[in-house]
């Protein structure tokens, strides 16, 4: 379970029947009777009244979004977003920049957005369906919550004449799982709303063609090329117009009792508000070609390990590296999601990785973003020291931090910029011959890293990649810090 969801623990049933007395004739003590689908309707809008403010109908011959298990994906999601966020804050870009995000088959719930923008008060959605049933009930949905200006509801309709979207910061995904219906009564596996619980679902919910690893597999190729899956019939407009008014807080639709740990930058391992690269230099977010991408990262929820498996071979197939890897375990019932982008934003090794993957998994995992190397003679060195010896590699830029606001558990961090390969003994004999190279440029960077250190332990360091297309670049970058800082023994 993500561990900002509230939901660590089974609801006091009865407790919650005294508010929402819709649940009481299916409640045993505390026990609520999850084969009744009725009960698995009137838990999830009593939890998503009492912890979200938000107010849904749910039809019964349609999926009833269990709220724990909807919300680990929001949750990441969020990981996400603020974590490229802060990178775009220190490289002087990006402020104040509303959020656009796609849920692609947003259901007759259309919990997603719903969750998503009552957390995040400037994000906005474009949530699809192609089950006009389930449009009816999203699009209601979203007006009963007043949010019809930040959630823009489409039945799609394969219409060639696009428009020019507005960046997408991210799209996620609930896909049908099965490929047939006999896949459907053949898995006994299916546990939507709990171990115990009936699942509502249509066949349009739970059925594509090929199966979910297929749908995503769709998504993978054709966001190679900048596409969004069947987004053919959006042309953007409605949320482009209201994309810069849009912002204010949404009092009242969070509970913060329940979310006393909630998310803010502060949480991050990674850049804080303190950070800039204002002082040398400030880079558009063009110049570092992100704004051109029509999406940042895309998103989908997989609900067998064996479509993680597949995915991840279209993503190599692809030629696509930057993704990541993340497991919901919500009770029994265990899911995973799987994002990746084409753009060079990395994500933390926290975000993109599963802590403790089974055998399966482990194998699929992303390279790390962040290289740590130890036993290096750090103790007296403070951030002056640092930013004095990182100054001598030719041809890279520092960015500002704040030494009194640390914004890592290990101590403060530092960004480091580059053109390209400027610290290599090749590169620096071509810089003496040309002499030329990348002053003043703005063309953009090749790389960015976030660099730490802790005094702890016999000194450690940890240069973490931010951004970037060039994998053998970061590691020569990180070795050769480490090599400057002193007599490290490799990175682990
Ligand atoms: C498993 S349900 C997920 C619903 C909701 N997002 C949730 O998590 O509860 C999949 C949804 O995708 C819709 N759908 C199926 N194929 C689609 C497609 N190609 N494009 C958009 N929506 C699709 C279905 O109608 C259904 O509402």
Redesign the pocket.
């Known amino acids: 379970m993500h561990p900002r969801n509230p939901y660590q623990h089974t609801p006091n049933f009865t407790l919650l029947a005294r508010d929402y007395p819709d649940i009481q004739p299916y409640l045993t003590g505390n026990t609520l009777d999850f084969q009744d689908d009725a009960a698995q309707r009137a838990l999830t809008q009593a939890l998503l009244h009492r912890d979200f403010n938000l107010t849904i109908d749910l039809p019964p011959n ?2 009833c ?1 269990p709220v724990p298990n ?1 919300l680990n994906y929001v949750l990441w999601i969020q990981d996400i977003v603020m974590a490229y966020e802060g990178v775009l804050g220190a490289l002087g870009g990006g402020e104040g920049v509303g959020v656009c995000g796609v ?7 259309a ?2 957005p719903l969750l998503a923008c009552s957390l995040e008060p400037k994000w906005q959605f474009l949530a ?4 006009f049933e ?1 449009y009816k009930y999203a699009c209601a949905n979203v007006q009963k919550n007043g949010l019809e200006k930040r959630i823009h509801v489409v039945k ?1 309709d394969p219409d060639p004449n696009t428009r020019t979207r507005p960046q997408i910061e991210f799209t996620m995904c ?4 099965y490929g047939s219906v006999e896949e459907v009564e053949a898995s006994s596996a299916m546990k939507e709303g709990g171990p115990l619980g009936v699942c509502t ?1 249509a066949p ?3 059925i ?1 063609p090929g199966g979910e690893a297929q ?1 995503v597999g769709r998504m993978v190729k054709e966001s190679v090329g900048g596409g969004v ?2 987004l053919e019939s959006w042309n953007g407009g409605h949320l482009e117009k209201s994309l810069p008014n849009e912002g204010k807080p949404t009092s009242g639709r969070r509970n913060d009792r329940e979310f006393s740990s909630s998310p803010g930058k502060r949480h991050l391992d990674g850049p804080g508000p303190s950070v800039r690269f204002g002082k040398r230099r400030r880079v558009s977010e063009s110049g570092i070609g992100e704004r051109t991408r029509p999406v940042r990262w895309y998103t989908s ?1 997989l609900g067998k390990m064996g479509s993680v498996v597949e995915v991840v071979k279209e993503l190599g197939a692809c030629g696509i590296s930057n993704y990541a890897i993340t497991e919901f375990v919500q009770g029994q019932t265990r899911r995973w999601a799987v994002g990746w982008s084409c753009g060079g934003f990395r994500l933390p090794d926290s975000i993109s990785r599963i802590q403790n993957p089974n055998p399966t998994l482990q194998r699929l995992m992303p390279s790390r973003n962040a290289l740590q190397f130890h036993h290096l003679d750090l103790s007296n060195l403070d951030l002056e020291q640092l930013q004095e010896i990182l100054q001598t590699i030719d041809g890279c830029t520092q960015g500002d931090t704040n030494p009194g606001t640390p914004i890592s558990s290990r101590g403060p961090c530092l960004f480091m910029s580059a053109m390209g390969d400027t610290w290599s003994r090749s590169a620096r004999r071509e810089r003496k011959m040309k002499m030329q190279a990348h002053s003043g440029s703005e063309s953009g960077f090749a790389l960015v890293c976030s660099i730490t250190w802790t005094r702890e332990g016999g000194g450690g360091l940890e240069v973490r990649w931010v951004y970037g297309f060039d994998r053998a670049l970061f590691e020569s970058f990180a070795s050769h810090v480490a090599r400057k800082l002193g007599p490290g023994k490799g990175a682990v």
Request: charge should be negative; hydrophobic fraction near 40%.
């Open positions: 349609r999926l979004p909807r849920d692609i088959g947003t259901g007759a719930s919990i997603y699809t369906e192609l089950d389930s799609l609930n896909p049908p799982f679902g349009v919910e739970m594509t749908f899956t069947l929820m």
